[in-house]
């Protein structure tokens, strides 16, 4: 999703690693560039629950009053989707 990265749009993960260290360590193997959140912190509510995640990873493209339009597993079909939500944005002059 290189060509994206000067679009208005935001790659947002929500691990499911039991510790802090652990999701860091994946963020580090892995070289992933985008803000990833703790699914489960003490005493709070688990994100994925708030979001009715039921599979890791589900991918969740919203627009921008915060709408899903696609939730599922595909990254391209995500993608396809992210795209169509940039072009509408464009033509319309948002």
Excluded at 51 to 66: F, Y
Excluded at 81 to 89: F, I, K, P, Q, T
Aim: charged letters at 30%; a negative charge.
């Amino acid at each position: 999703m290189e060509e994206l990265k000067d679009e208005p749009f935001a790659l947002i993960g929500v691990n499911s690693d039991r510790s802090v260290e652990v999701a860091k360590a994946a963020i580090e193997k892995n070289g992933l560039n985008w803000r990833s959140f703790q699914n489960s912190v003490e005493g709070k509510s688990e994100i994925s629950a708030d979001w009715c995640i039921e599979a890791w990873p589900t991918i969740l493209v919203l627009d921008k009053e915060m709408k899903i339009r696609y939730r599922g597993h595909g990254g391209e079909e995500a993608t396809v989707v992210a795209r169509e939500l940039l072009a509408s944005m464009k033509s319309s002059g948002e």
